[in-house]
């Protein structure tokens, strides 16, 4: 008989005074300075309180109801509308013969069971029960049979439980993939949610899956903590769901996060309408209420027909929903005159999406309850944050405070910010999962460390509080100008004739991505475009408005309430690219106009107005800095390069540049701060301009550190490089786990010499000790900036400290060092020893007496920070730090005997050839060459020093075409003052004109004796086509 709690029968009489003190504890409605129960959320669990909560779940998943039924058996757990409430004890009955039942039928612990049950009480127990004894699989009943297909294969389904009205799609799907099929049979007289099992169906063929008896499984113990409880999938904004794994540690956990953050108890009582396939149905109403000994009700429906029922007859403590419910439950209330009427709710928890301001205002003033707004993720088993209930602060637009996971914020390049800076939320903690199943490119893309990216943008304030601005992937980015959805969708559902609002991006020409807007009216209400849109005008930015409006019936939600903005991407965004600008406004000044002129020459874009974004036409970092250097000739004072991406319409320019020289604003000088102890003002100053446009984090105002990846756990890397393009490539090719800290080098700067080099890396050197004290260190850098960091690593080995690794990318640095290196370079070219050298690694040992690696590339030089390339030299680099973490080397440089290292005062020579006048293009020659050693050290033969007698070609401008020609070996020792003659075989250039031959001596992969200031032999030679073709007759 079902448990009628509002009669006058012994157990209604018990219950009415059960409700009677709970409604003493928790009154309805609000009442100011009111005695609520809450709880103070930190930043993150106390870790004593989480040893003893853990000590409280025992080992096995069920010890903590087990502990439950000694201490209220017969207490009410679950309750529904038709049966009686079962009780704790029953519960516990029925989750264990449930589970020795399926031992019986040779389903264990790991086994992955498919439940596909209707919404209500049986769910709930079926998937308590399976997840003690197995793992449960929980599936949304209303699947097409191909879906069901598809999640029994990804999934690894083995056993599909169901009902007798389970859709017949699941039974096809099960019949199709050959899983034994068991049904939930519900005996008339039972308690709500208990169940027994049917014997299973046949598999294809007419074969029975096994039986009591036949099989004992291995794993036919009690499920343990660490065991996977649930394998859920996500129900975010894409279209794609990944598969999570869940244990019944992180779950018991997340669900004690939920009770202290709700300070949930034994009088309360939850009322449950949501699914159980999604995490909030299984730990938010109902492993957490139950926890704490409370009750549940669990529904079949979800209306506010329903909910209003429920509310009179159970008189729940608490509600949870996701927005769209919320609203229809508020709407039911004024429907029903309840509106503002007390009730026996002490709280309502929204759910799953965000909830704009206009319902929840709305909520709380038909319910009079107040309204928590929290945060949660499958993948972190629910909760993240919550906001604290009544008197504690709840703030508008806030999903709370920390309640259980760590949170952080970090920018685009994945660095930590400050309070009230946006960027991507991070949270990690014991309920985090450690990892999606099945999918290594989204596990690694998905954390940083220990950090779970959640793909969330928002920002903490400076109490902690976590407010969310919509995820990263719908962001909207206007010709630079990142927009918040979110934000438009608040100001639009404001307006009295609009229920439902979701910006999103459409393509345009220009711009990238233009702001739309799709709207659902309210019943009875008519929408007009323009006027809406003149009310968006009003009260957001003008690049915020949107430009389109589209009128829908509905918006497009996942199965959990999520919307889909992708949805509204694909529907309407196929159409042809939108192509406006602002509205155009004439420079008024003289300044204006000027630097109108100037955009107008560095963009190619005609008839610059105020309201023109210098980014939104097409500018980038490179633009700006061009910009901004003719800026400074024209004005002959220096201007800071960021202060165009701080002010970047010509309105807003023209501004910035009147306030700086009147005094009003910051000056460029004072912008840039005081020059750093340590450092000439006009070094500092030259490389803190070009790292201006540098986008990352920096330790300090004016530090020459940019970082990337800082949350990251490995060990940072700092590397040196000539452009912010190749930092950022660089940074987004490298594992998030990767720090990487980024430097330039003096190339291109008036400051460039060997002294400015050693200048800058002391300075680098401190502040890279400013970021980590201690060591190891990962130091590298390309071309001009690997002398840079070949300077830092001295310097710190120099100070004690372990540089475990130091990159020369594309050069080689002739000074003694010790440690550890690895070398980069490309194919023949310009910048690679391979070109003016036959074997430049003969040469590298005589300085670098630690561990050498070499790395060689395919590519040329151009192509190592391009698409073409970076993706083989980050591998590359990523293996020279795991070989110098692990000291191993998997690609090492072998070592020939030791050679002679010549002092500089050995490159001292004089060399005499005779060289006819005129060689025909690509005529061979073998000339007569004398050497005369004119320095104090005697030269040993080529085997025991890499000296060569070689030649090299120079084109008539000046550029060395040909590196290396011909080359001959030194036979014997030469004494100083004695004279050898050699032979020399040469080949002249296939192209003619006048050319310089140059015959030398070379210290192979050191130098060519004439850089380091000897004599070489230089011959001026006409290249003679009539020569060419007489050879070849």
């Given at each position: 008989m079902p448990a009628q709690l509002n009669r006058g029968d012994g157990h209604g009489n018990r219950e009415r005074d059960r409700r009677r003190s709970r409604a003493g504890d928790h009154p309805g409605g609000f009442v100011q300075g009111q005695d609520w129960r809450s709880t103070a959320i930190g930043r993150s669990s106390a870790p004593l309180a989480q040893r003893r909560r853990m000590r409280e779940f025992g080992d096995t998943s069920d010890r903590w109801l087990e502990r439950l039924c000694e201490e209220q058996p017969d207490a009410p757990a679950?309750?529904?509308?038709?049966?009686?409430?079962?009780?704790?004890?029953?519960?516990?009955?029925?989750?264990?013969?449930?589970?020795?039942?399926?031992?019986?039928?040779?389903?264990?612990?790991?086994?992955?069971?498919a439940v596909v049950l209707p919404k209500g009480p049986s769910m709930a127990t079926a998937c308590l029960a399976v997840a003690a004894g197995a793992t449960c699989v929980p599936l949304n009943p209303d699947y097409t049979e191909s879906e069901f297909e598809c999640f029994f294969a990804s999934l690894g389904i083995r056993y599909l439980l169901s009902s007798e009205v389970t859709p017949v799609a699941a039974r096809q799907a099960a019949e199709r993939a050959a899983l034994p099929v068991f049904t939930t049979l519900l005996p008339s007289d039972a308690a709500t949610g208990a169940f027994t099992l049917s014997p299973p169906s046949p598999r294809p063929g007419g074969a029975l899956p096994p039986e009591s008896g036949s099989s004992t499984p291995s794993n036919d113990g009690p499920a343990l903590l660490d065991d996977i409880a649930y394998v859920l999938h996500t129900s975010g904004s894409t279209s794609k769901p990944k598969i999570v794994p869940l244990t019944h540690r992180s779950l018991l956990r997340s669900a004690a996060n939920v009770a202290d953050s709700l300070a949930l108890g034994a009088r309360d009582r939850c009322l449950h309408m949501l699914p159980l396939f999604h995490v909030g149905g299984l730990v938010d109403l109902l492993l957490a209420p139950l926890s704490r000994g409370g009750e549940v009700v669990c529904t079949e429906r979800t209306s506010s027909k329903v909910f209003f029922e429920a509310l009179d007859r159970f008189e729940p403590t608490w509600y949870q929903g996701v927005p769209t419910m919320l609203h229809d439950v508020a709407e039911g209330a004024r429907l029903r005159g309840r509106y503002g009427r007390p009730n026996s709710l002490r709280f309502i928890r929204s759910v799953s999406a965000a909830l704009c301001t206009a319902v929840f205002e709305e909520v709380e003033a038909s319910l009079a309850t107040p309204v928590i707004e929290i945060y949660g993720m499958t993948e972190t088993a629910g909760l993240i944050a919550s906001n604290p209930l009544p008197p504690a602060k709840r703030k508008p637009g806030s999903v709370g405070l920390a309640a259980g996971p760590e949170i952080s914020i970090v920018d685009g390049a994945g660095n930590p910010v400050g309070p009230d800076e946006s960027g991507e939320v991070l949270v990690r903690g014991n309920t985090v999962m450690p990892g999606y199943e099945g999918d290594a490119t989204e596990q690694a893309q998905s954390f940083i460390g220990s950090w779970l990216r959640t793909g969330d943008e928002g920002h903490l304030d400076a109490e902690g509080y976590l407010f969310l601005t919509g995820r990263l992937k719908e962001i909207i980015n206007r010709g630079g100008e990142k927009i918040s959805p979110r934000e438009i969708d608040e100001i639009a559902m404001r307006h009295p004739a609009v229920a439902e609002a979701a910006a999103f991006a459409l393509p345009h020409e220009t711009l990238g991505e233009e702001v739309a807007l799709a709207v659902v009216a309210r019943p009875g209400r008519a929408l007009d475009e323009k006027e809406l849109i003149a009310y968006l005008g009003q009260r957001l930015a003008y690049f915020k408005v949107p430009r389109v409006m589209f009128a829908r019936d509905e918006l497009p939600r996942g199965g959990s309430g999520k919307l889909q903005r992708h949805r509204l991407a694909e529907e309407f965004g196929h159409g042809a690219a939108l192509t406006d600008r602002p509205e155009w406004i004439a420079p008024r000044s003289e300044l204006a106009r000027r630097i109108a002129e100037m955009w107008e020459r560095t963009l190619g874009v005609p008839e610059i107005g105020l309201l023109d974004n210098f980014f939104d036409l097409g500018g980038d970092s490179l633009k700006a800095a061009t910009f901004i250097g003719e800026l400074e000739e024209r004005f002959d004072r220096p201007i800071q390069v960021w202060a165009l991406f701080e002010a970047p319409t010509l309105g807003e320019f023209e501004a910035h540049l009147c306030e700086a020289e009147t005094g009003a604003g910051t000056s460029a000088e004072a912008a840039a701060g005081h020059t750093p102890e340590g450092i000439r003002p006009g070094l500092y100053r030259a490389v803190a301009g070009y790292l201006a446009a540098w986008r990352g984090r920096r330790m300090r105002k004016g530090s020459l550190l940019v970082g990337r990846n800082t949350l990251g756990a490995n060990t940072p890397l700092f590397w040196g490089l000539q452009a912010f393009g190749e930092f950022e490539i660089l940074a987004s090719h490298l594992d998030p786990n990767q720090p990487l800290y980024g430097f330039r080098s003096l190339f291109g700067s008036e400051e460039k010499s060997a002294d400015s080099n050693r200048e800058i890396a002391a300075y680098y050197a401190r502040e890279i000790r400013e970021i980590r004290p201690q060591g190891p260190y990962l130091l590298g850098g390309f071309c001009e900036a690997a002398k840079i960091a070949f300077e830092i690593a001295r310097i710190l080995r120099a100070d004690g400290a372990e540089v475990a690794l130091l990159g020369l990318q594309e050069q080689f640095v002739p000074e003694p060092y010790d440690g550890r290196v690895a070398f980069?370079?490309?194919?023949?070219?310009?910048?690679?020893?391979?070109?003016?050298?036959?074997?430049?690694?003969?040469?590298?040992?005589?300085?670098?007496?630690?561990?050498?690696?070499?790395?060689?590339?395919?590519?040329?030089?151009?192509?190592?920070?391009?698409?073409?390339?970076?993706?083989?030299?980050?591998?590359?680099?990523?293996?020279?730090?795991?070989d110098a973490h692990s000291h191993r080397s998997r690609s090492p440089l072998e070592r020939e005997s030791e050679l002679q290292r010549l002092p500089p005062a050995a490159y001292r020579a004089s060399i005499e050839a005779r060289v006819p006048r005129s060689l025909g293009r690509g005529e061979r020659r073998t000339l007569c060459v004398e050497i005369e050693n004119q320095s104090p050290v005697t030269w040993q033969p080529t085997e025991s020093s890499g000296i060569l007698l070689a030649n090299r070609w120079i084109h008539r401008k000046g550029k060395r075409k040909v590196w290396l020609d011909g080359w001959t070996a030194l036979p014997k020792p030469l004494a100083p003052g004695e004279r050898i003659q050699l032979e020399l075989a040469i080949e002249a250039p296939d192209r003619g004109w006048r050319w310089t031959l140059e015959i030398d001596l070379v210290d192979e992969g050191v130098t060519w004796f004439g850089d380091r200031g000897s004599r070489a032999a230089l011959e001026s030679l006409w290249l003679s086509d009539w020569l060419s073709r007489r050879q070849r007759r």
């Amino acid at each position: 008989m079902p448990a009628q709690l509002n009669r006058g029968d012994g157990h209604g009489n018990r219950e009415r005074d059960r409700r009677r003190s709970r409604a003493g504890d928790h009154p309805g409605g609000f009442v100011q300075g009111q005695d609520w129960r809450s709880t103070a959320i930190g930043r993150s669990s106390a870790p004593l309180a989480q040893r003893r909560r853990m000590r409280e779940f025992g080992d096995t998943s069920d010890r903590w109801l087990e502990r439950l039924c000694e201490e209220q058996p017969d207490a009410p757990a679950i309750h529904s509308f038709d049966r009686e409430p079962l009780s704790y004890i029953a519960l516990l009955r029925q989750i264990r013969s449930s589970v020795e039942d399926l031992r019986s039928r040779g389903i264990g612990r790991g086994d992955r069971v498919a439940v596909v049950l209707p919404k209500g009480p049986s769910m709930a127990t079926a998937c308590l029960a399976v997840a003690a004894g197995a793992t449960c699989v929980p599936l949304n009943p209303d699947y097409t049979e191909s879906e069901f297909e598809c999640f029994f294969a990804s999934l690894g389904i083995r056993y599909l439980l169901s009902s007798e009205v389970t859709p017949v799609a699941a039974r096809q799907a099960a019949e199709r993939a050959a899983l034994p099929v068991f049904t939930t049979l519900l005996p008339s007289d039972a308690a709500t949610g208990a169940f027994t099992l049917s014997p299973p169906s046949p598999r294809p063929g007419g074969a029975l899956p096994p039986e009591s008896g036949s099989s004992t499984p291995s794993n036919d113990g009690p499920a343990l903590l660490d065991d996977i409880a649930y394998v859920l999938h996500t129900s975010g904004s894409t279209s794609k769901p990944k598969i999570v794994p869940l244990t019944h540690r992180s779950l018991l956990r997340s669900a004690a996060n939920v009770a202290d953050s709700l300070a949930l108890g034994a009088r309360d009582r939850c009322l449950h309408m949501l699914p159980l396939f999604h995490v909030g149905g299984l730990v938010d109403l109902l492993l957490a209420p139950l926890s704490r000994g409370g009750e549940v009700v669990c529904t079949e429906r979800t209306s506010s027909k329903v909910f209003f029922e429920a509310l009179d007859r159970f008189e729940p403590t608490w509600y949870q929903g996701v927005p769209t419910m919320l609203h229809d439950v508020a709407e039911g209330a004024r429907l029903r005159g309840r509106y503002g009427r007390p009730n026996s709710l002490r709280f309502i928890r929204s759910v799953s999406a965000a909830l704009c301001t206009a319902v929840f205002e709305e909520v709380e003033a038909s319910l009079a309850t107040p309204v928590i707004e929290i945060y949660g993720m499958t993948e972190t088993a629910g909760l993240i944050a919550s906001n604290p209930l009544p008197p504690a602060k709840r703030k508008p637009g806030s999903v709370g405070l920390a309640a259980g996971p760590e949170i952080s914020i970090v920018d685009g390049a994945g660095n930590p910010v400050g309070p009230d800076e946006s960027g991507e939320v991070l949270v990690r903690g014991n309920t985090v999962m450690p990892g999606y199943e099945g999918d290594a490119t989204e596990q690694a893309q998905s954390f940083i460390g220990s950090w779970l990216r959640t793909g969330d943008e928002g920002h903490l304030d400076a109490e902690g509080y976590l407010f969310l601005t919509g995820r990263l992937k719908e962001i909207i980015n206007r010709g630079g100008e990142k927009i918040s959805p979110r934000e438009i969708d608040e100001i639009a559902m404001r307006h009295p004739a609009v229920a439902e609002a979701a910006a999103f991006a459409l393509p345009h020409e220009t711009l990238g991505e233009e702001v739309a807007l799709a709207v659902v009216a309210r019943p009875g209400r008519a929408l007009d475009e323009k006027e809406l849109i003149a009310y968006l005008g009003q009260r957001l930015a003008y690049f915020k408005v949107p430009r389109v409006m589209f009128a829908r019936d509905e918006l497009p939600r996942g199965g959990s309430g999520k919307l889909q903005r992708h949805r509204l991407a694909e529907e309407f965004g196929h159409g042809a690219a939108l192509t406006d600008r602002p509205e155009w406004i004439a420079p008024r000044s003289e300044l204006a106009r000027r630097i109108a002129e100037m955009w107008e020459r560095t963009l190619g874009v005609p008839e610059i107005g105020l309201l023109d974004n210098f980014f939104d036409l097409g500018g980038d970092s490179l633009k700006a800095a061009t910009f901004i250097g003719e800026l400074e000739e024209r004005f002959d004072r220096p201007i800071q390069v960021w202060a165009l991406f701080e002010a970047p319409t010509l309105g807003e320019f023209e501004a910035h540049l009147c306030e700086a020289e009147t005094g009003a604003g910051t000056s460029a000088e004072a912008a840039a701060g005081h020059t750093p102890e340590g450092i000439r003002p006009g070094l500092y100053r030259a490389v803190a301009g070009y790292l201006a446009a540098w986008r990352g984090r920096r330790m300090r105002k004016g530090s020459l550190l940019v970082g990337r990846n800082t949350l990251g756990a490995n060990t940072p890397l700092f590397w040196g490089l000539q452009a912010f393009g190749e930092f950022e490539i660089l940074a987004s090719h490298l594992d998030p786990n990767q720090p990487l800290y980024g430097f330039r080098s003096l190339f291109g700067s008036e400051e460039k010499s060997a002294d400015s080099n050693r200048e800058i890396a002391a300075y680098y050197a401190r502040e890279i000790r400013e970021i980590r004290p201690q060591g190891p260190y990962l130091l590298g850098g390309f071309c001009e900036a690997a002398k840079i960091a070949f300077e830092i690593a001295r310097i710190l080995r120099a100070d004690g400290a372990e540089v475990a690794l130091l990159g020369l990318q594309e050069q080689f640095v002739p000074e003694p060092y010790d440690g550890r290196v690895a070398f980069f370079f490309c194919q023949p070219g310009n910048h690679s020893p391979y070109q003016y050298y036959r074997h430049p690694e003969r040469g590298w040992p005589k300085f670098y007496t630690g561990q050498i690696e070499l790395f060689r590339s395919k590519d040329s030089h151009d192509d190592y920070y391009a698409e073409r390339g970076i993706q083989a030299f980050a591998a590359q680099l990523t293996e020279a730090i795991e070989d110098a973490h692990s000291h191993r080397s998997r690609s090492p440089l072998e070592r020939e005997s030791e050679l002679q290292r010549l002092p500089p005062a050995a490159y001292r020579a004089s060399i005499e050839a005779r060289v006819p006048r005129s060689l025909g293009r690509g005529e061979r020659r073998t000339l007569c060459v004398e050497i005369e050693n004119q320095s104090p050290v005697t030269w040993q033969p080529t085997e025991s020093s890499g000296i060569l007698l070689a030649n090299r070609w120079i084109h008539r401008k000046g550029k060395r075409k040909v590196w290396l020609d011909g080359w001959t070996a030194l036979p014997k020792p030469l004494a100083p003052g004695e004279r050898i003659q050699l032979e020399l075989a040469i080949e002249a250039p296939d192209r003619g004109w006048r050319w310089t031959l140059e015959i030398d001596l070379v210290d192979e992969g050191v130098t060519w004796f004439g850089d380091r200031g000897s004599r070489a032999a230089l011959e001026s030679l006409w290249l003679s086509d009539w020569l060419s073709r007489r050879q070849r007759r």
